[in-house]
């Protein structure tokens, strides 16, 4: 009788172990995913800020001393010039970004599947005799390929990809470039460099000129930094600029790729299309 009940003193110890041990793995990974949101939730908020400075920007009206403070408080550093700027005496460039969880993100990859969300934002802009004659703004997430909710693409090489939306503010500088009154809008894959493992960039750009309508220009800078801190993160470009992909579906003016119009029928953005 003493031997059974010291048996069943030693199995109430091993699940009392077992039950706080599990509490604090439970403890370590809440812990964790709270870190990580406040980094993202961090990461978003400057992103936003940027975002509402950028779309105060005029082009050939806004000076590089104007914009310097804000390009001195994300820490800009000088690029190459813009494509549609090429004669820019000066260019600069930033990333708003946790470099931590985007190192993590690149060299882990099975991570990206477990909460790690490498976000960030970006701006780049060139300035021509100290005017502001060209600029760019996007929004990227970093993935593992198995993330990504479509098939229409081959990425099959890839076991990362980085998904984003980017918008340009372009003027005319010399080649004649066709002036477009609503959106000229691409998709593009292209590789990502600098990194361990094999991936790629799938990207939406939009590019818009002064003279476009007011309504293109604000809905190609109407950026949705939502997904930043959602559950799932950023899984599809039309997360990142909605009304981008909601002109898209209902403009027959709009040329788009067969990817695109399958994104704007995700999920998280298929209402852009009722």
């Known amino acids: 009788m003493q031997s059974d009940t010291s048996k069943w ?34 990461t978003r908020r400057r992103a936003e800020l940027l975002l509402k400075s950028v779309r105060t920007f005029k082009l050939g009206t806004s000076t590089l001393t104007d914009l310097e403070p804000i390009l001195n408080a994300y820490n800009a550093e000088k690029v190459d010039p813009g494509s549609n700027c090429p004669s820019a005496d000066t260019t600069y460039g930033l990333t708003v970004s946790n470099p931590t969880i985007s190192r993590i ?50 990425v099959a090489d890839a076991k990362l990809l980085q998904i984003g939306a980017e918008t340009v503010m372009q003027s ?16 593009y894959s292209a590789f990502l460099r600098n990194t361990t493992w094999p991936g790629r960039t799938l990207a939406l750009r939009v590019a818009v000129t002064p003279n476009a309508s007011p309504m293109s220009i604000a809905h190609a800078f109407a950026f949705d930094l939502g997904c930043f801190t959602s559950l799932r993160g950023c899984r599809a470009r039309c997360q ?29 953005c298929s209402f852009l299309v009722e």
Request: hydrophobic letters at 45%.
């Open 9 to 42: 003193n030693e199995l109430k110890t091993m699940f009392k172990r077992l039950y706080l041990t599990a509490i604090v793995v439970v403890g370590i990974i809440l812990l964790a995913e709270l870190c990580l949101f406040a980094a993202n939730l961090r």
């Open 105 to 154: 993100g690149y060299i882990h990859p099975a991570l990206l599947r477990l909460g790690i969300r490498p976000m960030s934002a970006s701006l780049t802009a060139s300035f021509k005799k100290g005017h502001l004659c060209e600029f760019r703004y996007g929004e990227w997430a970093l993935i593992a390929r198995s993330q990504y909710p479509f098939r229409s693409i081959d």
């Open 172 to 187: 005319i500088d010399g080649d004649g470039a066709q002036i477009n009154e609503h959106y000229n809008v691409t998709g």
């Open 240 to 268: 990142m600029l909605p009304l981008v992909f909601r002109d898209i579906a209902h403009s027959p003016n709009t040329t788009a790729t067969p990817i695109i119009s399958e994104e704007a029928r995700y999920e998280n």
